[in-house]
């Protein structure tokens, strides 16, 4: 947290421009990440429940591919967050 109140070193960070537009693309990630996050686990819970009630899953696998998810989805949202944050700027 005190890298976003620290005062811009003279000439800004060199790949990411200006540390004005460095501290907005950090606090949108901020913000994106754990939506992208939860927005994953929540399509895999769904998808997990619908097998079940389908006959095609049990609890334990349903509990595997959900904890799969978590654990895949922990560096990966940060990381599509700044892709999609990167290409819309």
């Known amino acids: 947290m005190a890298e ?8 800004g960070p060199l790949s990411a421009g200006t540390c004005g537009a460095l501290r907005d693309l950090l606090l ?3 913000g994106l ?9 929540s399509a895999v819970l769904s998808w997990t429940t619908r097998l079940r009630r389908r006959g095609l899953a049990d609890a334990r696998a349903a ?6 998810a978590a654990l895949v989805g922990l560096p990966v949202a940060p ?3 700044f892709t ?6």
């Open 84 to 89: 999609l944050l990167s290409a819309l700027r």
């Open 63 to 68: 509990r595997d591919w959900y904890l799969l």
């Open 79 to 81: 990381l599509l967050a």
């Open 33 to 41: 990440s754990p939506t992208l996050y939860v927005g994953g686990l």
């Open 4 to 11: 976003l109140v620290a005062p811009c070193p003279p000439g």
């Open 28 to 30: 949108a990630m901020a």
